[in-house]
Structure formats: C-alpha cells, structure tokens
T-cell receptor, first 115, second 112 residues
Framework: EAGVTQFPSHSVIEKGQTVTLRCDPI?????LYWYRRVMGKEIKFLLH????????ESGMPNNRFLAERTGGTYSTLKVQPAELEDSGVYFC?????????????FGPGTRLTVL | GENVEQHPSTLSVQEGDSAVIKCTYS??????FPWYKQELGKGPQLIID?????GEKKDQRIAVTLNKTAKHFSLHITETQPEDSAVYFC???????????FGTGTSLTVIP
C-alpha cells in the first residue's frame, strides 16, 4: 500500500509570491489533515477534510491560506501571498476512520522557505 | 484547547542504555496518545499508541505509560540502538475532535 505523498519536497519563494502544496493521501482514506511545524516548535493542526468537505479549519492562520480537496482525493494548500512567518514544514496526514480509533499516517512533508 | 508539553528537547544516550521521554497534557477529555518517530527526510511515523483505558503498553523495546490522574504519559526505549536516533513527538487527541495536539519534539541521539 502506497503511503501519503507530498509535492514538492522543498520550495523556496520570495515574500509576496504564491505557492501551492499538494498531498495525495493513502487510497481509500476519507480523512485528510494538514499540519505545519515551524522551526523547533510543535506540529500544529491546520485543517481536516472528510472527503471533499472541510470538517474543521480552526487551525488555518489567516485568509492567505486556501485548502481544497476537489473530488475527495488529493488536496492542495495554497499560500497567497506568502509571508516570512509562513516558513516551516507542512505535513499532510490521512486516516480511514474518523474519531477515537483514528490512526493518522503522515507524509514526508514540504519544507517551505519564504525569503 | 489542549496543551501538550514534552521534555527533554534533546537527549543523548549511549548505545544499550534506556531513553525516556515525558509529556504532559491539559485536557482531561483527551483519550488517545500516539507517539511518532521522525527520521531525517521523512514524515512522522507512528511507533506506538495508548488509549485512556490502559495504563501501559509494550512493543518489543518500546513501552508507553499513561497516568490519567496526573495527565502525563511517557515513552520508554530500552537497549537503544543507533537506528533509534530520530525526533520523537508525543500527541494527544480527544474523542470530541479529530485533530492531534503535538508536543515540541525530542531529538534523540544514540551514541555507538
């Protein structure tokens, strides 16, 4: 079974530019999550999709971040315009079961650097 | 919301010794506590988890203990090996939500 994949692995952009990150969850996993880790800090929740619907987006920092999951398969996270504080590693995770039995499987992450 | 604290931030042990990483949480509704290991260039991988109806769980050289009264849980790695070197994250989750709350990570180095 293929794991969660993310693209690109690294992205370096200038402040004010736009970047789009992509996540392909494990096949058959309806739940998809985005997390972010800023250097040396905890991994922080951004949002949760169930199929194509946003279940919880309470962790999204501001309206410069837009996540989509058209068709309930892969997801994209767009940052527009990017700011310096957006730098960090963005992780995607997926799970099959929602709720207490939820085991989340993480992708390798996208390291975003905003200069 | 939930607040998870993790200590230490870095840990160095000699090969063969034990390593212990501790986490505390604040939300008494949390009932699922996974531990993730992140190796260089990879994403966090689940290594062991424990649910609130269990006090201890073991899987070969890895064990996790949970004290719900004190709201803390710990990861124990015995007979450490160089391949155990990685960043370890604890997390907590309640059955009222789907997000994990992570600790800040512990960078473990096992010295051969």
């Amino acid at each position: 079974e293929a794991g969660v994949t993310q693209f690109p692995s690294h992205s370096v952009i200038e402040k004010g530019q736009t970047v789009t990150l992509r996540c392909d969850p494990i096949s058959g996993h309806d739940n998809l999550y985005w997390y972010r880790r800023v250097m040396g800090k905890e991994i922080k929740f951004l949002l949760h999709f169930v199929k194509e619907s946003k279940q919880d987006e309470s962790g999204m920092p501001n309206n410069r971040f837009l996540a989509e999951r058209t068709g309930g398969t892969y997801s994209t996270l767009k940052v527009q315009p990017a700011e310096l504080e957006d730098s960090g590693v963005y992780f995607c995770a997926s799970s099959r079961i929602q709720g207490a039995l939820d085991t989340q499987y993480f992708g390798p992450g996208t390291r975003l650097t905003v200069l | 919301g939930e607040n998870v604290e993790q200590h230490p931030s870095t840990l160095s042990v000699q090969e063969g010794d034990s390593a212990v990483i501790k986490c505390t949480y604040s939300d008494s509704a949390s009932n699922y506590f996974p531990w993730y290991k992140q190796e260089l260039g990879k994403g966090p991988q689940l290594i062991i988890d424990i649910r609130s109806n269990v006090g201890e769980k073991k899987d070969q050289r890895i064990a996790v203990t949970l004290n719900k009264t004190a709201k803390h849980f710990s990861l124990h790695i015995t007979e450490t090996q160089p391949e155990d070197s990685a960043v370890y994250f604890c997390a907590a989750k309640s059955n009222t939500g789907n997000q994990f709350y992570f600790g800040t990570g512990t960078s473990l180095t096992v010295i051969p």
